[in-house]
C-alpha cells in the first residue's frame, strides 16, 4: 500500500500496488507520479 498527498488540493489517495508511478490525483485530476509516495502503517 501506498500513499500520497496531493500538493494541489492536498487530497490522500491511496495505491494497493506498484511503484507509485502514473498516479493522478483522483479529486483534481493532477498528476503526482513525481510526488514521494509514503507508506501507512
Ligand atoms: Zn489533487
Do not use: H, N, Y
Amino acid at each position: 500500500m501506498l500513499k500520497k498527498a496531493c500538493p494541489q488540493c492536498g487530497a490522500e489517495s491511496f495505491s494497493a500496488d506498484g511503484t507509485g508511478e502514473d498516479w493522478v490525483c483522483p479529486e483534481c485530476g493532477s498528476d503526482i507520479s513525481d510526488v514521494k509516495a509514503e507508506r501507512p502503517e
